[in-house]
Every structure is written in C-alpha cells, then in structure tokens.
C-alpha cells in the first residue's frame, strides 16, 4: 500500500515479524513529514515565538501562527483566535471545566456526559460538579449505542452542558452529536465534543455540528505527542477566565494586577511546544492529501473484513455496534476466557500491538459486565495482511491458553 510507505515505522520493520500496530486509538504514527518537520525546525528554525524581534523568532512565530490558521480551517472554525493549544483533549477539557466550569455552574446545575466517555471527559466533570454543587447525569450504552431515549427525558432547563465523545475509543461508534447537539439546543445548554477518536478518521466541521467547543490530540492523528487543540466559540471564550497564568499570555503587568490578552493567547500560558505545533501543519497536510473520502473507504474495507474473520473464530465475543455506518475501525473483544492481558501478551511476543484492559473507560466496562476487553484500533495503513496476522496470533492464544 502506498499510503503506508510515508511511515517510516513500517519501512524499519522486516524479519521474521514485522510489525503489525493496532493500538491507533492509544496513538498513531507518524509520516515522515511530520517527523521531517520536527527535525527541521530544531535544526534550522529553533527560537522562542512570540517574544524576539529578530528574523529566527518571527518565522517561528509566523510558522506557529499558521498551524493555527490550519487547524481553524481543518474543523471550520470561524475564526483562528479561538483555537487554543493544548498539551492535548486531556488538558483542553480540564481547561473548559476548570474555567467554565467554575465560573458558571452553580449548585443544582446539572452536566450530562456519556458512560462511553473516556476517563478525560469524565473526571474533569466530576471536579467540576465537587466543586460547584452541580450534578452528573449519564447518559447509558444500549446495543453499542448512545441510548436517546434515555438522553431526552435528562435534558431539562437545568442542564448546563453535554460532554459527549464524536466516536467512542473502546467500542468504535460514531455519536450523532449533530443530533444530540441539537436536541440540547432546545434547552439552551452548551455542548463540548471529545474529538480525539474521531480527528483521524471523519471531518469534523465545528459549525455543521453546532457544538461550542471541540478537543482533540495531534498524536491521535498522525501528528506529535504533547500536542493537541481545544476550540471554543468565540462569544463564549470570550466570558471564559484564564486558566493558567504567567508569561505570553498578557498584555501588560504592574504591581496591582495585569491585563491579559484575549481569545486563544490568553490560555497559552508560558512556552508551548512550538515545534509539535508547528508540525501540526504537515500532518493536517498529510490526512488532507488523502482525504477523509479515501481514508473512509480503505479503512471501512479492512473493517469489514476484521468483522467477518475475527467474528468467524471460535469463543470470539466482540463488542460494539453492528451497523458499520455508525462505526469508527476500532474492535474490542474477548476470547473464550483468555485474560485480555495474555490475549495481548501473546501477540505482542508476535509483534502484534493491541492494547489490553479498560482502557480508560471503566463506566463503560462496568455497563458492558466485562472486567477487561482487549482492543485492535486501525489507521489508515493497516491492511488486510495485517488482520490475517491478528487472526494467527489469536489461534496461537487459543492454542497457548485454550
Ligand atoms: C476519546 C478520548 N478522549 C480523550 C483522550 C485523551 O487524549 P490525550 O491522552 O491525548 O489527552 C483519549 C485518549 O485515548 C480518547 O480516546
């Protein structure tokens, strides 16, 4: 496959076991781009942004500040001034918590988020609410799915805000939250999307959604660790407090107080990873090249292929939704009574890399009644090759273990 020649992680690896990487949704790799960028920045750009007058610091600041012109056009966001950096979804959620969360919630608001959220989109919430009085109201799982239902009958005048995930990193769907954003519309509330399962796989249009803030890690889509996004609407950043404070992030400061900056520069705090952020150009580069047309396609061929040969094994119980139009190339399951950690443990002496536990999503594995599941998570370059590989090492599991 052509497309798999740009990651040199693959090009690397020959021998008796190449690598077969199916743990995406933990992180992808990188295209040489990315990793070229990197490398080229700290080879020949290297300088503070923000800060020198001199030309090495304001080609740095020029390149920093593109990456976010890119990325506003990446989820179509009205303007570049309200993506903020981020180390990544963790950090931009507990930033809109933190902030908004604590400024505007009060005792007997209510937050609904999802119990097929990842950790990050809960515990933030739960401080929240500690902190305020608010409540947490879940939303349940039925069949692989968000139930609706049950979403209706909690939206209420009380509610504040939806926290909802656009695709799920242990069952794979695909939430309608253009629909759940609208339904929490009608009751005035703001909606936050977890976009880190989804930015690698679907486009995300910020305005088509009518959501208020969207999260999302650059590692998660071909793109440096320690790097990530949080937008927010304009109007509403606006009325949001400083998250963290110090250098960068101000106008101005006297002994009395000081005056900050607005919109994303006043939550860039300090010195952010200039070159992740500046690599974040290469790699919105790389995934719009291919397209996310071309990108659905390939990977909903490997996905069904997965289904029907993992589906086709012996004490295969696989988790999720059916219908592959609500789902994203992310496959949990259990064989026979083999402990997910023997399952991944086997395969990974195959160098076949899935990723065992809870995944930290313990809400969901508590609904599902299943301690531990282990998960294949795909990327645009794993292909069917690799799926006869999982399904080998799994019979040498139950040849191992059965
Ligand atoms: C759905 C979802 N949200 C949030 C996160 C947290 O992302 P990060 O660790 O990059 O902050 C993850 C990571 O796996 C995730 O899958």
Redesign the pocket.
């Known amino acids: 496959m052509e497309l798999r020649a740009d990651f040199p992680i693959f090009r690397d690896s020959t021998g008796e076991h190449p690598l077969v990487y199916l743990d995406n949704?933990?992180t992808t790799q990188k295209p040489q781009t990315v990793i070229n960028r990197l490398t080229e920045f700290y080879a020949h750009e290297n300088a503070n942004t923000h800060r020198g007058l001199y030309p090495l610091s304001l080609v740095a600041t020029d390149a920093y500040e593109n990456a976010r012109v890119v990325l506003q056009k990446f989820i179509n966001a009205p303007s570049a001034d309200e993506v903020i950096f981020t180390?990544?979804?963790?950090?931009g959620i507990n930033l809109f918590a933190y902030s908004w969360g604590r400024t505007f919630l009060q005792a007997g608001d209510e937050i609904i988020v999802t119990e097929m959220e990842?950790h990050?989109?809960i515990v933030p919430w739960q401080e929240a609410v500690r902190a305020t009085g608010a409540v947490l109201k879940w939303v349940p799982v039925k069949d692989g799915e968000l139930d609706l239902d049950v979403y209706d009958s909690l939206l209420s005048n009380k509610t504040k805000l939806v926290a909802v995930?656009l695709?799920?990193?242990v069952l794979g769907t695909i939430n309608s939250v253009k629909e759940i954003t609208a339904r929490a519309k009608k009751f005035g509330a703001l909606v936050l999307a977890?976009g880190?399962?989804a930015a690698a796989h679907m486009a995300m249009d910020v305005q088509d959604l009518g959501i208020d803030s969207l999260a999302m890690?650059a590692?998660?889509m071909y793109g440096p660790t320690g790097i990530?996004a949080l937008w927010v609407r304009g109007e509403l950043l606006d009325t949001m407090p400083a998250f963290m404070t110090g250098g960068n992030m101000i106008e101005d400061v006297r002994h009395d107080g000081a005056v900050y900056q607005t919109r994303a520069h006043k939550f860039e705090a300090g010195t952010m990873p200039i070159a992740e952020v500046i690599a974040m150009t290469p790699m919105i580069e790389w995934i719009q090249n291919v397209g996310f047309e071309k990108i659905r396609a390939i990977e909903d061929e490997v996905t069904r292929y997965a289904m029907e040969k993992l589906g086709a094994i012996d004490g295969m119980i696989m988790y999720g939704t059916k219908n592959l139009s609500h789902r994203a190339p992310v496959f949990p399951f259990c064989l026979s009574d083999v402990h997910p950690h023997d399952v991944a443990d086997t395969l990974g002496s195959m160098n076949i890399c899935v990723r065992a536990g809870k995944h930290?999503a313990n809400p969901l594995h508590n609904a599902l009644g299943v301690a531990a599941t282990t998960r294949a998570s795909l990327a645009i370059y794993n292909t069917t090759d690799d799926i006869d590989r999982l399904v080998e090492g799994l019979n040498e599991v139950k040849r191992i273990y059965e």
């Not at 180390?87 to 950090?91: A, P």
């Open positions: 949704a933990a180390r990544g979804t963790t950090e990842h990050s989109n995930g695709v799920s990193n977890d880190a399962q890690s590692h998660k990530g930290c």
